[in-house]
């Protein structure tokens, strides 16, 4: 029963180079989101996506581009990395149809720009 | 109006003792209250939640206490163990908004000492 699954868990970038970090899950949520974690500040949402083929912006998506082209995955680019993006990254998804159920959270990429 | 403000930023509890953590919030139209535990190094996990048409619900040793006049919930954790140390984020959501997401407080990080 794997759930929410994240690749890769570790990564460190140069400033300047490109990413992309994975989400999967087997769980058929239509409901799935990108979380960046730093201290001090919890979880703010970077991107989310509420189906196959669309996405949305949340509160800090500057310097992210996300697709969800299949229902399963969730992919979070960085086209520029910036040292202000180093950061623990969490995935996340909902069941079909409703917000105010249980998310399930994937076990985080922690993200190193140097 | 959408955030949620958590307090304390940190907690130090005897093992046995009682661990209290308070979330306020502004926008009335929220209707589901969740509460995340996270270790370290593993993605947030839901614990217990509630929604704005009861004032207590109780899983265990974990209570969610909820003041729907004064805008405010609480988590409380009798008999704290050691086991319960971690990070505890409490969150507010919207159905049928259209925002399809959570609002997360900044994070609690419990420590139970022995």
């Known amino acids: 029963n794997a759930g929410v699954t994240q690749t890769p868990k570790f990564r460190v970038l140069k400033t300047g180079q490109s990413m992309t970090l994975l989400c999967a899950q087997d769980m058929n949520h239509e409901y799935m989101y990108w979380y960046r974690q730093d201290p001090g500040m919890g979880l703010r949402l970077i991107h989310y996506s509420v189906g196959e083929g669309t996405t949305a912006k949340g509160e800090v998506p500057d310097g992210y581009n996300v697709s969800r082209l299949k229902k399963q995955n969730f992919l979070l680019g960085l086209e520029s990395a910036a040292p202000s993006q180093t950061s623990v990254y969490f995935c996340?998804?909902?069941?079909?149809?409703?917000?105010?159920?249980?998310?399930?959270f994937g076990q985080g990429t922690r993200l190193t720009v140097v | 109006q959408q955030q949620v403000k958590q307090s304390p930023q940190s907690l130090i509890v005897q093992k046995g003792g009682i661990s209290i953590i308070n979330c306020a919030y502004e926008n009335t139209a929220f209707d589901y209250f969740p509460w995340y535990q996270q270790f370290p190094g593993k993605g947030p996990a839901l614990l217990i939640a509630?929604?704005?048409?009861?004032s207590e619900k109780k899983e265990g040793r974990f209570t969610i206490s909820f003041n729907k006049s004064a805008k405010q919930f609480s988590l409380h954790i009798m008999d704290s163990q050691p086991g319960d140390s971690a990070t505890y984020f409490c969150?507010?959501?919207?159905?049928?908004?259209?925002?399809?997401?959570?609002?997360f407080g900044t994070g609690t990080r419990l420590k139970v000492l022995a």
């Open positions: 509630i929604r704005p048409d009861v």
């Open positions: 969150a507010a959501s919207i159905e049928g908004s259209g925002t399809y997401k959570y609002i």
């Open positions: 996340a998804s909902n069941p079909q149809g409703s917000v105010n159920t249980e998310a399930f």
